[in-house]
């Protein structure tokens, strides 16, 4: 999953310029991407929330130890990215003001409700600053999650999935659809930055994952997932597509896909289904996905900028598609190797101690210890991290994560 979802926001990212020179396949590839494009921001948020309670199962981290690790884990790599970002829109020729720039460098940027600020120079990273937001009240939310009854588990999830769209039709009832964004998206400024940018909005889908992973280790999750898994993602496509008005499909139509192929995935890889995707070659992505998902933008943007932005042929873009991602996951692994892996060697806490909000997540019933501990065998949190910000709790990147059941 991890690395199947990063390739796919390097070739949707290639899409998003535009570069063909038929004006119908930039269209048909916006049709195509921009519903799966908003999902996958829910999805991997949602995966956050799910790894994380997943693997802080059965251990004991102090809140503090945690955020540490978190820096550790994330902000070296974001900061070399925010970099090459930075020189590269320098190297094309565009000169933004620094200090529009640097709320992004301090994660800051969600809370400002103005996008070209938001955006910074490495747009992706934006999601690493609602993130952070997430990290900082995940001692508080897990013992909350614990507390919870296992037969409410699936009623609170659809609770969660129901807010978000009860605040996106509020937003699209009550904000007018002026100042459009101009990517071509049908998405007023206000309107994307209230239902897909503003953190506290965006917690309830990392609360629906750690909903989610609880109810895989409680053992809850229900049968015939498979067929339910794909329909979902079919009839939520067309319904963000072309029934409910934009930006409200976006957001709540691939929704409960997003839950549905979550818990369905994890039982899957518990139960040891074999995929039809390159295992090997995916693995390899997934632990690198990080890395590649924070260095992509400037190779993809600031690499068709300095290309001139030029209209090109199918087979040209299909090309510079490939070149484009090979250059990313080359570059990826650089900064894997290089900095993610060394500087979170270096600035995470050696010890671990005990933390209230750790002890207090602990279920009152054992049965949870084992399958949280085959969960980890199995792979399931694996060679963190999964999505654009998630990761072990408690393991080196690229490392299986260790239970402590």
């Known amino acids: 999953m991890r690395g199947l979802g990063a390739l796919i926001v390097v070739i949707g990212h290639v899409a998003l310029q535009h570069p063909f020179s038929s004006s119908a396949w930039n269209g048909g590839m916006d049709d195509l991407l921009e519903p799966l494009a908003i999902a996958g921001v829910s999805g991997f948020f949602t995966l956050s929330g799910f790894v994380l309670t997943w693997t802080i199962a059965g251990q004991s981290t102090a809140a503090r130890d945690f955020w540490r690790k978190r820096f550790a884990r994330l902000y070296?790599?974001?900061?070399?990215?925010?970099?090459?970002?930075?020189?590269?829109?320098?190297?094309?020729?565009?000169?933004?003001?620094?200090?529009?720039?640097?709320?992004?460098?301090?994660?800051?940027?969600?809370?400002?409700?103005?996008?070209?600020?938001?955006?910074?120079?490495?747009?992706?990273?934006?999601?690493?600053?609602?993130?952070?937001?997430?990290?900082?009240?995940?001692?508080?939310?897990?013992?909350?999650?614990?507390?919870?009854?296992?037969?409410?588990?699936?009623?609170?999830?659809?609770?969660?999935?129901?807010?978000?769209?009860?605040?996106?039709?509020?937003?699209?009832?009550?904000?007018?659809?002026?100042?459009?964004?101009?990517?071509?998206?049908?998405?007023?400024?206000?309107?994307?930055?209230?239902?897909?940018?503003?953190?506290?909005?965006?917690?309830?889908?990392?609360?629906?994952?750690?909903?989610?992973?609880?109810?895989?280790?409680?053992?809850?999750?229900?049968?015939?997932?498979?067929?339910?898994?794909?329909?979902?993602?079919?009839?939520?496509?067309?319904?963000?597509?072309?029934?409910?008005?934009?930006?409200?499909?976006?957001?709540?139509?691939?929704?409960?896909?997003?839950?549905?192929?979550?818990?369905?995935?994890?039982?899957?890889?518990?139960?040891?289904?074999?995929?039809?995707?390159?295992?090997?070659?995916?693995?390899w992505v997934g632990r690198i996905s990080f890395s590649l998902y924070m260095v992509h933008w400037p190779v993809v943007y600031g690499g068709y900028l300095l290309m001139g932005q030029p209209a090109l042929s199918v087979p040209e873009v299909l090309l510079m598609t490939i070149v484009m991602l090979a250059v990313s996951l080359g570059l990826a692994w650089l900064l894997h190797t290089r900095i993610e892996v060394p500087a979170y060697r270096k600035l995470a806490p050696r010890r671990q101690s005990a933390t209230p909000a750790a002890d207090a997540a602990e279920p009152r019933k054992g049965s949870w210890r084992k399958r949280a501990a085959r969960g980890a065998a199995s792979g399931i949190v694996a060679s963190p991290p999964d999505g654009p910000a998630a990761g072990s709790a408690s393991d080196e990147p690229g490392r299986p994560a260790r239970s402590r059941a």
């Not at 120079?121 to 614990?146: G, K, M, Q, R």
């Open 76 to 283: 070296p790599v974001h900061a070399a990215t925010w970099g090459l970002a930075f020189l590269t829109l320098l190297a094309a020729g565009v000169h933004p003001a620094l200090w529009k720039m640097l709320p992004s460098l301090l994660l800051l940027n969600v809370w400002v409700p103005n996008l070209e600020i938001f955006w910074g120079p490495n747009t992706p990273a934006w999601t690493l600053s609602a993130e952070a937001f997430f990290y900082l009240l995940f001692p508080l939310l897990l013992p909350l999650a614990w507390k919870i009854r296992e037969r409410h588990l699936l009623r609170v999830a659809a609770g969660l999935i129901a807010i978000t769209w009860l605040w996106a039709g509020v937003v699209y009832a009550a904000v007018p659809p002026t100042h459009m964004l101009d990517d071509g998206t049908a998405f007023s400024r206000l309107q994307y930055f209230a239902i897909v940018v503003v953190a506290p909005v965006r917690l309830l889908d990392f609360a629906v994952g750690m909903i989610l992973a609880r109810i895989v280790i409680a053992g809850r999750v229900p049968s015939r997932l498979h067929f339910l898994t794909y329909a979902s993602i079919a009839v939520g496509y067309v319904v963000a597509r072309w029934v409910i008005p934009q930006p409200y499909g976006f957001v709540c139509a691939l929704a409960p896909a997003v839950a549905i192929g979550m818990i369905y995935s994890a039982r899957a890889d518990l139960e040891g289904k074999k995929s039809l995707w390159p295992q090997r070659f995916l693995h």
